[in-house]
């Protein structure tokens, strides 16, 4: 473990790889919308690291600087996402994402 | 006089636009009015000319109005060549379409389509005297497409009638057959000399060409192709016969006097390549002669007034590719000027008779006209005497002329042109007996209708018999102590043959072929007059050789058989196999595949999320991992 970790980006990409692989296999496997949509976060921050991480490695804060614009872009798209989640819960009843699937053939 | 040389070929161009925008709106005088006067305009510029040409003032001008096309490799002006040849042409057109067009006004006069026929027949006389004013071959094609397309809508004047629609096509079609003939032997001549003008190939000729070598022959074929096509030789003659649908003058202008001579005027004019080659002179002497028996013998049997004209048409324009084939240029062309004069008296004489017998053509139902048509009678028998060849008519000098010179080839084939004269004179005193002698054998009804043409009908016939008796006289020959004065005119253009025949021999020739004809007409004298036979009537059986003939031995029926047949079953045989088999299941295949695909490939959007999800996944997954095989 010792020699993995030894530089520091490998533990920050193996960091941001774990996370995003946590996020797809969260979408493939639950069922639940808000979950799903957690797991979708869960990428984007996983990216998100990954890209200050270079930023600092390469030492150039434009990274950091796009960091912040894309918390603040995706804070404004979870509200819609959220929205919409409301949204499907009152027509529907239910947050399964099988819940919708008349828009088929 | 040569400044006005533009007009000749424009004012009827001008009367056929004037006719087409506004002769349906115009009075029939005018239009009838505005046709006439702008070709006899024409004709009486074309006059100054021809006194040009006699005085010696105009030997051989070449005049260029503007550039065609003018690229690198072609250079084809818009030109007219005023020479003894084309000024000849032009004074038989202009000066017998004038008579026809004055004639057309009296005939067409109750016709509804009065202004469609004059604009026809204007825009005919242009295309006539483009063919024969060119400088090139290229101006001679487009005049000679101009009067096929004429022909074709002046066959098919009386639109209404299927059959005529059918002659018309026909006419139009067997044209075409010819016409690419004619194009090929024109572009053949373009790739070995460069040049369409005729100076320059006429010039280049017996420098780029040796006598007898197949380019040549091929050449001077193909050109004859086009010759048989316009001027009804063997195999392709028979849209003229069925062409007597279109009104009579037409058939007197186009399908006698002018248009079906253009192919032996495209001969005489390219006389240099055609001396070059002797196998297509010999080719030439062969179809004229056999087109000239062949059609004489069906001419022996026809019933009606018209087809019996136009067999002898197709037997007469037989025997002047015969002269040409022989070398005798000048001699085919003096037998067009005659035959341009009797045939189109002839025809409108037949167009008087028809008239008086309200449209009625069989013979079998005529007699007994000569008291009722007396000009029309008198003409009539000037026609026939100068088409049998008993001199001094017109048609004697010229046909002698022609066997004189078959004579001093071969004696065999002087006897074969004596045979198909002696039919010409058979079946022109036949129908002229059968039509102006005996008994009236039509209905009451024809009989009480029966009235001489009114004199702008009759004053053409006039002066063609005029024509008709004194046109030999231009061609005198030195056994009857004139000079040949009609070889001597063309003599810059074509040369004049030789005719190394005693003068003993030659007077024995003509003493012959007169004794025989004036035989041949006693004959028919006795048989139609005396005997009072007529010919049996539409079913009545009739005898093997009397039937081949009465049917044209049976030639419409092969080429149905031989091409209208075969092209019918290839054409189905295409249309099953090709377009339903091949074409139409291709198409109809990639439709159906296109919708089969669509609907069962539409199942895989189930509306899971889950699932495109997951194929979202697995896609990028696999995208990656390409980019990874790849790089």
Redesign the interface.
């Known amino acids: 473990m010792e020699n993995l970790f030894s530089n520091t980006l490998d533990g920050y990409l193996f960091l941001a790889s774990l996370l995003f692989a946590i996020g ?1 296999l969260g ?2 496997i639950r ?1 639940n919308i808000i979950i799903i949509f957690m797991c979708v976060e869960l990428m984007l921050s996983a990216v998100n690291l990954l890209l200050t991480a270079f930023s600092v490695h390469h030492n150039d804060p434009n990274g950091q600087v796009f960091v912040f614009f894309i918390m603040a872009v995706a804070a404004a798209e979870i509200t819609i996402g959220l929205a919409i989640l409301v949204m499907i819960y009152r027509n529907t009843g239910s947050v399964s ?2 819940s ?6 | 006089m040569l400044n006005l040389v533009f007009l000749i070929p424009l004012l009827p161009l001008i009367g056929f636009v004037l006719l087409g925008v506004f002769g349906s709106k115009l009075p029939k005088f005018v239009s009838g009015a505005i046709a006439c006067t702008t070709v006899l305009v024409s004709f009486l510029i074309t006059l100054t000319l021809l006194g040009g040409v006699l005085s010696g003032s105009i030997v051989s001008e070449t005049i260029t109005y503007f550039d065609w096309i003018n690229t690198d490799g072609i250079y084809l002006p818009m030109s007219f060549l005023i020479d003894p040849l084309s000024v000849w042409m032009m004074t038989i057109i202009t000066g017998v379409g004038f008579l026809i067009h004055l004639y057309s006004a009296g005939y067409m006069s109750h016709d509804e389509g009065f202004a469609r026929y004059f604009t026809f027949l204007n825009l005919f006389v242009f295309s006539m005297l483009m063919l024969v004013m060119g400088s090139n071959f290229v101006v001679m094609f487009a005049g000679w497409e101009g009067v096929g397309f004429c022909s074709y809508m002046l066959i098919g004047f009386w639109f209404k009638n299927t059959n005529y629609n059918n002659a018309a096509k026909k006419a139009f079609i067997m044209n075409r057959v010819g016409d690419l003939g004619f194009l090929i032997g024109m572009l053949l001549i373009f790739v070995k000399v460069g040049s369409l003008e005729y100076a320059t190939v006429f010039g280049q000729a017996p420098l780029v060409f040796e006598s007898g070598t197949t380019d040549i022959v091929v050449i001077t074929l193909c050109l004859f192709v086009g010759a048989m096509g316009k001027s009804a030789q063997i195999p392709l003659y028979t849209w003229l016969p069925d062409a007597m649908a279109g009104p009579t003058p037409v058939s007197a202008l186009i399908h006698a006097a002018t248009m079906v001579t253009a192919g032996i005027y495209m001969i005489v004019r390219s006389n240099v390549l055609y001396t070059l080659a002797p196998f297509t002179q010999d080719f030439i002497m062969i179809i004229g002669l056999c087109t000239a028996l062949f059609a004489a013998t069906i001419g022996l049997v026809q019933n009606d007034i018209k087809k019996v004209l136009a067999y002898s048409t197709v037997s007469q324009l037989g025997y002047m590719f015969f002269a040409l084939g022989l070398g005798a240029y000048t001699t085919g062309l003096f037998h067009v000027t005659t035959h341009a004069f009797f045939k189109a008296l002839l025809f409108l004489g037949s167009g008087s008779v028809i008239h008086a017998m309200s449209g009625e053509q069989d013979i079998r139902s005529m007699g007994g006209l000569r008291k009722k048509l007396p000009i029309t009678f008198l003409t009539f028998l000037i026609g026939t005497i100068a088409i049998a060849g008993i001199p001094p008519f017109a048609g004697f000098f010229s046909k002698d002329e022609i066997l004189a010179y078959a004579y001093q080839r071969s004696p065999i084939l002087w006897a074969l042109g004596i045979l198909g004269a002696l039919m010409t004179t058979f079946y022109m005193f036949r129908m002229f007996f059968l039509t102006f002698f005996g008994e009236f054998r039509g209905t009451e009804h024809q009989r009480s209708h029966l009235h001489e043409s009114p004199l702008i009908m009759t004053l053409p016939l006039m002066i063609l018999s005029i024509l008709s008796i004194a046109g030999g006289f231009l061609g005198v020959p030195h056994v009857l102590g004139g000079h040949n004065w009609f070889g001597h005119y063309l003599s810059g253009v074509a040369p004049v043959k030789e005719l190394a025949l005693d003068h003993s021999t030659e007077i024995l020739l003509m003493s012959i072929s007169v004794a025989l004809v004036l035989v041949v007409i006693i004959i028919a004298y006795v048989i139609y007059v005396s005997k009072k036979q007529v010919p049996v009537s539409e079913g009545s059986t009739l005898t093997t050789p009397h039937r081949v003939l009465y049917n044209k031995y049976y030639i419409d029926e092969l080429y149905d058989a031989l091409f209208s047949k075969t092209l019918r079953w290839k054409s189905e045989w295409f249309y099953k196999l090709l377009e339903k088999g091949g074409i139409d299941s291709l198409v109809n295949g990639i439709g159906k595949g296109v919708q089969w695909s669509g609907k069962t490939l ?2 895989a ?6 699932t495109y ?2 194929l979202m ?1 697995l896609g990028i997954i696999l995208l990656l991992i390409i980019t990874g095989l790849l790089v």
Do not use: A, Y
């Not at chain 1, 919708?100 to 053939?105: D, I, S």
């Open positions: 797809v979408i493939l069922r994402i099988d919708l699937k008349k828009l088929k053939w | 539409r199942m959007q189930t509306g899971n999320i889950s999800l997951f996944v």
